[in-house]
């Protein structure tokens, strides 16, 4: 009897060298810039050990509860590491070579929902509640692709979704283990850095999520309720027996009187959608049953609605002099009485999608000059880590691996998180020899006859010299950091010294304490 060969696919896992500390993806730290080759050589070296990683319970500078990362402007950065294993008994190694991308996302934990930071045309346009969190993967352009909703296009538009950072794989032996393995760890320095521009306020600016928050079930996020198909209910309820439902309603007032989704001229915009209808197949048939196969179909959504473009006007005109009331629309203006249309749980999740898309449009570039910062300190975040491969039929796969443990970012001038920096004095001798070069500013000719009008006379008392007509009158001025910092030192401490000489009784005398002697 010969056996069918099994097939395995890909894993993402927590690193070997994970503890309770960090049972997921494993965040370390490192206090200088050389840190992708300090954990290169960790890893080779089988370093990777978290027992030295006591940091994870020091830095806690908002609260107790969840360790503080702190920003590349403290000197500290952190690289994020998991494992990458086949599916198959004892998870060996998976091979680099099966691996196309794989990367990471930062979320952000608001009230139970997870925020992710999108990106429209390239454009940064903050924390989002997703519009369908059932998508896996965060590239909008290649999701529609990989569904056949988008033709490949080169070069690739402007990046849209969640935004990513990649992550790249080592093998690495665990001299440790007996017997020794191989691991495939993934790894990737994390940017705690950036700053948004937003279009407008966030009262004002639309996210994907609230754009669909007022159509109604499926076609929109209202009156969301679990998804249910069998022969007496289906929730892609749209058409039966040529009598529209709400949701058929909004969709067929969308896609003629917002999108023009028959216009010539707007089919390069609308070409994501007509590719989605032609994927809709509505039935010719009788009766209230459910099942497609006890129809026939005729074409395709978008073929329907180009054939009857003048029946579905006046079902429009209709509904919209009846004051959208439906039962008065159908009876006036009734479409086929044999159409039947039912939509997936897919198709509805894809199809609002793209309507939130096309309603919300291009992100325009920031209104305000000042940007947000992306990570706030009272904020919770955490990374999750992803991976991206073609199986054995050549399709595009995308699995999701474990998570870090939330996080928080420490604010830039967080005394607890600041760093001790060394700065390098003069001596002497230095000073002997001469000015150090420093930062040079040049004065325009305006500025600079004002001060020659009000500058004093360096020469004789009430003389000043002939103005020069050839040149543009302009100074240059050369400022040495090291002698200002050390003579701005020296004027500090003899302005303290006397404050503290003339008002050092002021203190006492507020605390009626005795002046010590």
């Known amino acids: 009897m010969q056996m069918k060969r099994q097939k395995y696919t ?37 370093q990777l050990s978290q027992d030295s990683h006591k940091w994870i319970d020091e830095d806690r500078f908002v609260d107790n509860k969840y360790p503080s990362l702190r920003l590349p402007l403290h000197r500290t950065f952190y690289v994020l590491c998991c494992e990458a294993c086949c599916n198959a008994p004892g998870q060996p190694a998976l091979d680099p070579s099966r691996i196309e991308s794989a990367g990471f996302v930062i979320r952000q934990q608001v009230k139970g929902n997870d925020l992710r930071w999108m990106q429209r045309d390239g454009l940064d346009t903050g924390w989002e509640i997703p519009q369908n969190p059932g998508v896996d993967e965060p590239d909008e352009y290649r999701y529609l692709l990989n569904k056949g909703y988008l033709e490949a296009r080169s070069p690739e538009p402007a990046y849209s979704g969640e935004v990513t950072y990649p992550l790249s794989p080592t093998l690495v032996q665990d001299k440790l283990s007996k017997p020794t393995r191989a691991h495939n760890l993934l790894y990737g320095f994390v940017p705690l850095g950036g700053q948004g521009y937003s279009s407008a306020s966030s009262d004002d600016k639309p996210s994907l999520n609230e754009v669909m928050s007022q159509s109604i079930w499926p076609i929109g996020t209202y009156q969301r309720s679990i998804w249910v198909e069998n022969s007496s209910k289906h929730s892609g309820h749209l058409i039966q027996s040529g009598v529209v439902q709400q949701a058929g ?269």
Not at 18 to 32: E, F, I
Not at 265 to 270: A, F, I, K, M, R
Not at 504 to 514: G, S
Request: net charge neutral.
């Open 10 to 46: 890909p894993l993402i896992c927590a690193p070997y060298y994970s503890d309770a500390r960090q049972s997921g993806a494993v965040l370390h730290r490192y206090l200088d810039d050389q840190f992708i080759p300090r954990f290169a050589n960790q890893a080779q070296a089988n």
């Open 249 to 517: 309603a909004e969709l067929l007032a969308l896609l003629f009187e917002r999108f023009h989704i028959l216009e010539s001229d707007n089919n390069t915009e609308n070409a994501e959608l007509i590719n989605l209808l032609k994927d809709i197949k509505p039935y010719w048939g009788s009766g209230g049953g459910h099942d497609p196969e006890d129809y026939s179909q005729a074409y395709h959504l978008y073929e329907y609605l180009r054939r009857y473009r003048n029946r579905v006007d006046d079902w429009l005109a209709a509904y919209h002099n009846f004051d959208s009331d439906l039962n008065l629309a159908n009876s006036s203006a009734k479409l086929h009485s044999r159409l039947q249309l039912f939509i997936s749980e897919d198709q509805a999740s894809d199809l609002r999608l793209l309507l939130a898309r096309r309603t919300q449009g291009v992100i325009e570039l920031a209104l305000s000059d000042l940007p947000e910062p992306r990570y706030h300190r009272d904020g919770l975040y955490y990374a999750k880590t992803f991976l991206r491969y073609i199986d054995e039929k050549g399709c595009a796969k995308i699995i999701w691996g474990p998570s870090s443990v939330p996080f928080r970012v420490a604010a830039p001038f967080d005394p607890q998180a600041s760093r001790p920096q060394l700065i390098q004095m003069p001596s002497l001798d230095d000073l002997k020899r001469g000015l150090a070069n420093g930062v040079v500013l040049r004065t325009p000719k305006s500025l600079s006859d004002v001060i020659e009008r009000i500058k004093p006379d360096l020469g004789d008392p009430g003389e000043r010299p002939a103005k020069s007509r050839g040149g543009d009158g302009g100074w240059m001025y050369i400022f040495s950091i090291p002698i200002i910092t050390i003579v701005a030192m020296i004027l500090l401490m003899v302005v303290v010294s006397l404050l503290n000489f003339i008002f050092r009784w002021i203190p006492w005398v507020i605390q009626r304490i005795p002046v010590p002697k």
